[in-house]
């Protein structure tokens, strides 16, 4: 039957046009359901059995949801529990439009086989299509159609003959309309299910719930409609950009604006009322106060201690703090939130804040992140929840409520657990962590793997050659190997050896779409979040020694000064003879009595690094620095025990040089031959201002530090030395690193600036870490293609495809680092848990309004000394944004003023425990801390033991 | 917000249609009695009147007749309402220019042309409601006017346009979508010999995927023929009852 759907729309430029589609309705759209006989379907979803035990509806039924109930309910959907439910393709739309975060859950859940979720195409069926009346909203119309359906479905499965009768269609339903029609109410349903109290928590709060504890006076002002706010910024009047919340300041945020090309700005937003219920990463629209209200950024660091009673006393005397902070000249563009264009709110772990009151089922939940506001959750399971690192969804936020509302999701286990608390780094930071599912798992080589002589013939046989690996202690990922001989007519033979990974992961299967979409392998502290199954990571990619391995080897021919004569790529199989940690080459390298090949090979290998190196920093690449640290850790306890910064040796930078000239040159060959889907990576060059704090940190030790280019840079931070302070140069790296760019990953044909500024390079990629990058995976794939080794495939050539997968791998790499970060902080405080109070010495790394910003380089350690607290009275502190300076009292600190302090856990808050610093040397009365007695040394010894 | 969902999951259309399934293909035969053949074709919301004249001698240049075949004159436009914006559409723009031109390909492959030697066989197409798939109505239209004017032709010419979204080809777009960023492709088809009288694609397409958008096209195409075939047979028996009397 064919109808035709007539509708007008705005067109972009204001005019009104009126569509017209056809609407073809079909009369061979199945039910889905087990018992029925009547439609002819090849597969069935929603059992027979359809049994969620309910006091209200005693009868087997299947749900069906309406489009609010799926958009705010969606946790109670994703639970177990919840099974033989039918999704309207009208509510599924209505979700699609509405939130597509929600629409994306629903998806998954859809997938889910266990879940029994069947999708009825109702606006195709025959007889559950309806048409619009005249002066019906299109709300009221598809409240109908969901109505019509759930009346077609029961007359459906009523005429059954051979089913068992009694089966019912259930519409969930929070409309006051519907409900009347008399359906159920999906709060009340959920209060009915038998056996399943905790999922009562996870309900949203709906909105008609009065709110008793909020006052009735309004805290913020109302929100623009969306078409005002869409008027505004086109008009110009607004400005739109994604919210980013201050970490160290909760009365601060800044909006980032997103401006054509390069030219973006950053907005301050302080206080309350000019955040206006936004969350961070939300986008929104921002009005610019007048010029003479602007302010500039506070330094002040300020976190949100407020309990949860009295919401709204203190509050304006924090705000003063603000206030008074407006120097004339670091004024900003400052503005104020007038509307929310797009929530981006997604389930926050955290701590529930138990209120005092004991029957209390309102409770404020603290999350993790401190750019997050603290939410208002309802549960009755507060006693057992306190303690527990628990998820926490956002429903909403109120005008007149100081936090936004939200509900239980799930608890993670106790808080201060190492599992616990690794599950809750791994969430925050989006790391997909699940164990690897069947399906990818399928895809793996069956074992024994042995290779075959097709194998063989596509592939070079370089067993022959002495082959080596170099890689930190304890690596099972190896994923590049070396080696260098000499050639007959005097030239030398280096080559780069790359586990072929794109070998045994095919294109688009579900091990490959795993892998892109983990973008990357996650190093925590002694625990690994492998990018592919271990089957590969470990074992049949990794470039053991002594076994036959497939790689991917780049192999140039290179004279005595490291100039390049040829390259060549091939696909090899290879024999490694010797894994080597850095520790054992340099040490092979240095005994000189040692002369066989493998020897040899790393001599020839070094020498030449040693020129790469020299002519990539005359080229300007920049030697910057930072601090890792490498924890020891207890095999039993898997506690930290000791704690150490990486040591660096000669032979790190050989396998790095060789990384990078093989990088180098596969992304020349790649561009090449695909100018419009190679996968590059580029380092922007960062903006002058970026440096400010770096030139005037020098300044302040006499030094100057020129910026003019990444060569004049490198030069200066060389040059930069100031006698008797042999650390100074190393902060300076460190600073320098701050001041830099993210370096990412982009699509050849999306972009024109391919220059990496940190190396120096017109041109770069990666290519050399295919177990642990998925980026390096793709360039394998293209150079395969590029060499006629490997056929191409549809989304490798596809710029728009290549670019969205470009935009995935940036997002997961600058997650992992963070997730690496937060891993290493985490293991940084239960070391020091275990050692009490330290007395270390430091250097200032930055001056803050009312804190300095220490950094123990024995430890990599970096920690706040605040001077104002709480219960005490402050000392004056005067501070100068030109030094930047900051005198306390009588003494002044400068950026790299050396110090000591005392390190300490505090541990008084268990969510957020925290590394304390007070300081100990220059003595200042009232404000440094005595030092404390040599009893922790002691401690120390015992632990060693 | 979200762009339009092509094709969703439980593999619907826009419009309803499964994948591979054609729009409603309506036509008459006849429809203009001064002209020698005529027929109008719908294909869902695209209509399309296509007239024929000829065979007959060389109009205007006789320089340009052929001397062992006939030469096929092409004309194609679109009607100033066929479409949601009402446009002037100026005679020999570009757009309609290039479409005559791959009408005028098309016929020259199915006609036999070389039964009419020094003559000119004339095929005008006129869009009168546009919704995607244009070239291929009109190749559908002008086929049937060409075997209402009686010119003998090696086999009807169909024509369908596929587009391919998530990994599957749809056949027959419609004008949503062609316009959503869809890689499409418009084949004109013998279909008993599954010969191709034109294969045109202005889009990217990764060369994997081109052989089964081919095959899907050409069982379109094949579809397309079994309805054109129809229509024939239908006219042909009115014709003949009528003659009867």
Aim: one cysteine or more.
């Amino acid at each position: 039957m064919l109808k035709s759907k007539t509708f007008v729309k705005k067109t972009r430029s204001g005019g009104v046009m009126k569509v017209v589609r056809e609407h073809y309705l079909r009369d061979d759209i199945w039910c889905g359901s087990e018992v029925c006989t009547e439609c002819k379907q090849e597969s069935t979803v929603l059992q027979e059995d359809a049994c969620i035990e309910s006091n209200l509806c005693s009868y087997p039924h299947y749900l069906v949801p309406d489009t609010n109930v799926v958009l705010h309910q969606i946790d109670v959907l994703e639970d177990p529990v919840i099974r033989n439910v039918i999704i309207l393709q009208t509510v599924l739309q209505e979700v699609r439009h509405r939130s597509a975060p929600v629409y994306k859950r629903l998806k998954d859940i859809i997938h889910e086989k266990e879940k029994h979720f069947y999708t009825f195409t109702n606006e195709h069926h025959r007889e559950t299509f309806i048409e619009r009346e005249p002066g019906e909203s299109a709300n009221d119309r598809n409240d109908r159609a969901i109505r019509v359906a759930v009346k077609w479905y029961n007359n459906h499965l009523n005429t059954l003959k051979s089913g068992p009768g009694g089966l019912k269609v259930v519409l969930l339903t929070n409309d006051q309309g519907n409900k009347q029609k008399g359906q159920e109410e999906i709060e009340e349903y959920i209060k009915s299910l038998i056996a399943n109290p905790e999922l009562v928590d996870r309900l949203a709060l709906s909105d008609d719930n009065k709110n008793e504890i909020t006052s009735s006076k309004v805290l913020f002002p109302e929100h623009l409609p969306l078409s005002k706010i869409q008027a505004g910024i086109k008009s110009g009047s607004f400005l739109q950009g994604t919210f980013r919340a201050s970490r160290d300041n909760y009365l601060e945020a800044t909006v980032f604006v997103q401006g054509q090309g390069e030219d973006s700005t950053e907005i301050l937003i302080q206080g309350l009322q000019n955040l206006n219920r936004s969350v961070h990463q939300d986008v929104v629209a921002v009005q610019l106060l007048p010029q003479n209200q602007w302010v500039s950024p506070s330094s002040v660091v300020l976190q949100d201690d407020g309990t949860a009673k009295d919401d709204n006393v203190d509050k304006d005397e924090e705000e003063k703090v603000l206030k008074l902070s407006a120097a004339e000249a670091a004024r900003k563009p400052t503005g104020k939130v007038v509307g929310i264009i797009k929530r981006n709110w997604r389930p926050f772990c955290g701590m529930l804040n138990v209120s005092q009151i004991k029957e209390s089922t309102r409770h404020l939940f603290t999350p993790a992140d401190r750019r997050i506001p603290r939410i208002r959750i309802e549960t009755r399971q507060a006693a057992t929840l306190a303690g527990q690192r628990i998820m926490v969804a956002i429903d909403g936020w109120p005008k007149d409520s100081r936090y936004p509302n939200g509900h239980f999701v799930r608890s993670l286990g106790s808080a201060g657990e190492k599992g616990t608390e690794e599950e809750v780094l791994l969430l925050e930071h989006d790391v997909p962590h699940q164990a690897f599912s069947q399906a990818v798992l399928s895809f793996l080589p069956k074992m024994p793997w042995t290779i075959t002589p097709e194998d063989m013939a596509k592939r070079e046989d370089l067993r022959h050659l002495t082959v080596c690996s170099v890689d930190p202690p304890g690596c099972t990922d190896i994923d590049d190997a070396l080696h260098c001989r000499e050639l007959e007519n005097g030239n030398l033979e280096v080559g780069v050896h790359i586990a072929d990974v794109s070998h045994f992961i095919r294109p688009g299967n579900a091990l490959d779409k795993e892998a892109a979409n983990r973008g990357t392998t996650v190093y925590l502290c002694g625990k690994r979040i492998d990018m592919v199954p271990e089957l590969l990571s470990s074992n049949l990619c990794s470039l053991r020694s002594n076994v036959e391995r497939f790689a991917f080897s780049c192999i140039w021919e290179m004279n005595k000064k490291a100039e390049v004569l040829k390259t060549r790529f091939t696909k090899s199989v290879i024999n490694s003879k010797a894994s080597l940690t850095y520790a054992e080459a340099q040490m092979r390298i240095d005994d000189t009595s040692k002369n066989d090949d493998i020897t040899e090979s790393l001599r020839g290998l070094n020498k030449l690094a040693k020129i790469l190196k020299r002519q990539r920093i005359e080229n300007g690449a920049l030697t910057l620095s930072s601090l890792e640290v490498r924890f020891h850790i207890d095999s039993e306890t898997h506690d930290p025990i000791d704690l150490q910064t990486k040591e660096l040796m000669e032979t790190n930078s050989m396998v790095e040089e060789f990384m990078l000239l093989a990088n180098i040159s596969v992304a020349q060959k790649i561009y090449e031959e695909f100018p419009e889907c190679a996968l590059l990576r580029k380092h922007p060059a960062p903006p002058p201002s970026n440096y400010d704090i770096l030139i005037k940190a020098a300044k302040s030790k006499k030094v100057e530090i020129h910026i003019d280019s990444a060569k004049a840079l490198a030069d200066s931070l060389d040059v930069a030395k100031v006698d008797g302070f042999a650390y100074f140069n190393t902060l300076l790296r460190i600073l320098a690193t701050r001041c830099m760019m993210q370096a990412v990953y982009f699509c050849s044909g999306m972009d024109s600036d391919f220059h990496h500024y940190g190396l120096a390079s017109p041109i770069y990629t990666h290519f050399t870490s295919p177990i642990r990058r998925y980026a390096d995976i793709i360039v394998h794939r293209l150079l395969a293609a590029a060499i006629a080794a490997d056929s191409t495939y549809p989304d490798l050539m596809d710029k728009h495809k290549q670019s969205a997968l470009c935009t995935n791998l940036n997002y997961r790499h600058k997650m992992s680092q963070y997730a690496q970060r937060a891993s290493v902080a985490f293991h940084t405080q239960l070391f020091f848990k275990t050692r009490g109070i330290l007395n270390e010495e430091g250097f200032v790394l930055f001056v803050r309004k009312n804190a300095i910003i220490v950094l123990i380089p024995k430890f990599g350690l970096e920690g706040t000394v605040f001077f104002d607290t709480k219960d005490k009275v402050p000392p004056s502190l005067v501070f100068d944004e030109e030094g930047p300076t900051l005198k306390v009292e009588q003494h002044t600190f400068h950026i790299f003023d050396q110090v000591k302090v005392t390190i300490s856990l505090d541990s008084s808050n268990i969510q957020h425990q925290k590394i304390r610093m007070a300081l100990t040397e220059p003595v200042i009365p009232d404000v440094s801390v005595p030092a404390p007695e040599a009893e922790p040394q002691a401690k120390k010894q015992k632990l060693d033991r | 917000m979200a762009g339009l969902e092509l094709l969703s999951d439980q593999g619907y259309r826009l419009d309803g249609r499964k994948a591979a399934e054609l729009r409603k293909v309506q036509a008459r035969m006849g429809v203009f009695a001064q002209a020698d053949g005529s027929a109008y074709l719908e294909q869902g919301n695209t209509k399309a009147l296509a007239v024929v004249y000829g065979p007959h001698e060389m109009r205007g240049s006789r320089s340009r007749a052929l001397h062992d075949r006939a030469v096929i004159n092409c004309q194609y436009s679109m009607a100033t309402f066929s479409t949601a914006e009402r446009k002037r559409r100026p005679h020999g723009d570009r757009k309609s220019t290039e479409m005559s031109l791959h009408l005028k390909q098309t016929f020259e492959a199915a006609v036999m042309t070389q039964l009419f030697p020094r003559s000119q066989i004339d095929i005008y197409v006129k869009i009168l409601q546009s919704d995607g798939g244009n070239y291929s109505v009109c190749v559908n239209a002008a086929t049937l006017a060409v075997i209402n004017a009686g010119i003998p032709m090696r086999d009807y010419v169909c024509a369908c346009t596929v587009g391919f979204v998530d990994e599957t080809p749809l056949a027959d777009l419609c004008y949503a979508e062609e316009s959503g960023g869809v890689s499409s492709l418009a084949l004109a088809l013998l279909p008993r010999g599954g010969q191709i009288a034109l294969l045109q694609m202005d889009a990217r397409l990764h060369q994997d995927h081109l052989e089964s958008l081919i095959e899907a096209a050409m069982t379109a195409c094949k579809g397309v023929s079994k309805v054109l075939d129809e229509v024939v047979r239908q006219h042909l028996q009115e014709a003949s009852v009528l003659t009867r009397e």
